[in-house]
């Protein structure tokens, strides 16, 4: 899942209205923005087998401490603790926590059985990734909706407000039809470095909302 991701962070400044889309991106982001490190730092592993399946050529053996549930909850713990210990914004913190925990279970839908509940304990998914159209369709059907309601919720205080996301949308979809229809990294290395770029597109989200507002007058608008 990659899009999917993007979408329910999108999606969520309609509820989780005082973090700044940036927090939001991170927190839906925050295991994929760590798992490149933790490759390059031999703690997890991935190897490129091109054609295990119509979507990725990844084949993903061991990344329990990013990417299985129990790891999850830890980091949406500490993102949303850290998050309220600075802004006191309890509905804030508590949205950041579920959207760190909501990239396991989005990822549970597309991968095959490889990701742990714990560090060491049963691995599952749902292998939606042997279905290209039907990954396709879940990938862009989610981003699509959180598109549009990060839209309908802000408006545009000046022209960057409306260059920097819809710039930001279209290089999403370009990332991701260039992973899954480009060719496969060359590397193991390459591909951690290349993973690492992941945090620009959290940079880039800080700045789309310093350039947009909520457009309920009611709500309150912070940029955290």
């Known amino acids: 899942?990659?899009?999917?991701?993007?979408?329910?962070?999108?999606?969520?400044?309609?509820?989780?209205?005082?973090p700044s889309l940036g927090t939001l991106?991170?927190?839906?982001?925050?295991?994929?923005?760590?798992?490149?490190?933790?490759?390059?730092l031999?703690?997890?592993t991935v190897e490129i087998v091109p054609g295990v399946t119509p979507v990725t050529p990844?084949?993903?053996?061991?990344?329990?401490?990013?990417?299985?549930?129990?790891?999850?909850?830890?980091?949406?713990?500490?993102?949303?603790g850290a998050y309220y210990a600075i802004?006191?914004?309890r509905r804030g913190a508590l949205w950041l926590a579920a959207l760190v925990v909501s990239h396991w279970f989005l990822d549970v839908v597309v991968h095959e059985p490889d990701l742990p509940l714990w560090p060491g304990g049963p691995r599952v998914g749902l292998r939606l990734w042997d279905s290209l159209p039907e990954t396709l369709a879940v990938e862009l059907g989610l981003f699509?909706?959180?598109?549009?309601l990060y839209w309908s919720a802000t408006r545009q205080?000046?022209?960057?407000?409306?260059?920097?996301?819809?710039?930001?949308?279209?290089?999403?979809?370009?990332?991701?039809?260039?992973?899954?229809?480009g060719p496969a990294p060359p590397s193991v290395h390459v591909l951690a470095l290349s993973g690492l770029l992941?945090?620009?597109?959290?940079?880039?989200?800080y700045a789309i909302d310093r350039h947009r507002a909520l457009r309920h007058p009611g709500s309150n608008h912070g940029a955290a």
């Open 1 to 18: 899942m990659f899009l999917g991701h993007f979408g329910l962070a999108l999606a969520a400044k309609k509820v989780a209205t005082k």
């Open 25 to 40: 991106v991170l927190a839906a982001q925050l295991v994929d923005c760590l798992w490149p490190l933790f490759l390059l």
């Open 42 to 44: 031999g703690w997890e």
């Open 58 to 80: 990844l084949l993903f053996t061991w990344y329990p401490y990013t990417h299985s549930l129990a790891a999850g909850i830890v980091w949406g713990a500490l993102l949303g």
């Open 87 to 89: 802004r006191q914004d």
């Open 144 to 148: 699509g909706a959180g598109v549009w």
């Open 157 to 181: 205080r000046d022209a960057w407000g409306g260059v920097l996301f819809w710039l930001f949308v279209a290089t999403l979809v370009v990332v991701y039809c260039g992973a899954v229809f």
């Open 198 to 205: 992941a945090w620009l597109f959290v940079v880039w989200a």
